[in-house]
């Protein structure tokens, strides 16, 4: 007897021992279904902003001219260009994972750009002057998104899934995939660039880079002008409508708000000098013509000072 209770307890532990092996299998088929179910739907999610994108695609191109046999300048005309690195960051971030989110977090994140011998015969070159400044910006090219879908709202790490327009953020996946930052200017040596305080992956393809100039107000390369108005001008002036006002006659302005915006507007591009070297050096006798929202502005530069002679809406045309 007591040996028939023996082989029954046996039987009854194998048994115990096999629901616990298949229960447990079980949760791992649980845990893999609903992994990929959620793979699934991700890819769903991914292919219909896929699909969204190719159609706004085919839209743009049906409104668009097509430009694929226009010239190099037409295609520039209409915001078409083609890209090419200039050269490729070596940073001491290999991967995305721990890199920062922004710059001028880790201040010992440094990186190297090489500007590539395909862009300028002596790159080194194109270095002459930048070595003035403490900052320069970096416009690069997210090339690690893995695909190329865009949504118009995004969750920010650091608003714990809060969802926002991805204009007013800095996250990579956007319908141009580029990417704005500031780094710290170590030092520059021949055709390579030191940085540090940077937020950029070993390998990102850099586009373009451009000196920060915070004090450029303050401290203008060319002295300030003082400018005046003829009569004439000012009268010409006060007969525009500022924007938003729907019950006067007369030429009306789409930004400015008002006579006196218009005039410091006006003031504000001459005292700077907005002429090239050629023309403050060959030119000197000659008319200086620019428009501002509404209105076609004429005017001449002399010693020390610069004359608005007229100011007349755009499309009377000069004669």
């Not at 915070?214 to 009268?235: G, M, N, Q, Y």
């Not at 930004?255 to 070297?277: N, Y």
């Not at 060959?282 to 007229?310: M, P």
Request: net charge positive; proline share 6%; charged share 20%.
């Amino acid at each position: 007897m007591s040996h028939q209770c023996n082989t029954c307890q046996e039987k009854l532990l194998k048994l115990n021992q096999q629901v616990s092996v298949m229960r447990k299998e079980m949760k791992n088929l649980r845990q893999m279904l609903d992994s990929a179910t959620r793979a699934h739907r991700k890819q769903l999610t991914s292919l219909q902003s896929v699909l969204t994108n190719i159609d706004r695609s085919e839209l743009c191109k049906a409104q668009t001219p097509n430009i694929t046999s226009a010239s190099p300048v037409s295609a520039l005309e209409q915001g078409v260009i083609q890209t090419a690195p200039i050269g490729y960051i070596r940073s001491c971030f290999s991967a995305k994972n721990g890199t920062p989110r922004q710059p001028t977090i880790c201040g010992q994140a440094r990186a190297e750009l090489r500007i590539q011998n395909s862009v300028f015969n002596n790159p080194e070159h194109a270095l002459v002057g930048l070595e003035q400044y403490s900052h320069v910006w970096v416009i690069f090219m997210f090339h690690k998104n893995g695909h190329l879908s865009a949504k118009a709202k995004v969750k920010p790490p650091r608003l714990n899934g809060q969802k926002v327009g991805v204009y007013s953020t800095r996250s990579p996946h956007r319908p141009n995939a580029l990417g704005l930052t500031l780094a710290k200017l170590e030092r520059i040596a021949g055709d390579t660039v030191y940085l540090s305080d940077i937020d950029m992956i070993d390998g990102t393809p850099v586009l373009d880079i451009k000196p920060y100039i915070p004090d450029w107000i303050r401290e203008p390369p060319v002295s300030s002008l003082d400018v005046r108005f003829t009569a004439h001008a000012e009268k010409q002036l006060s007969e525009f409508v500022p924007s938003g006002c729907n019950d006067q006659d007369g030429p009306k302005f789409q930004f400015l708000r008002s006579t006196k915006e218009a005039t410091a507007a006006i003031k504000a591009v001459l005292s700077a000098d907005p002429r090239s070297v050629y023309r403050r050096e060959r030119c000197t006798d000659k008319l200086f013509y620019f428009t501002l929202d509404a209105a076609d502005v004429t005017c001449w530069f002399g010693q020390g000072f610069a004359e608005v002679l007229q100011i007349r809406p755009l499309h009377i045309q000069l004669k």
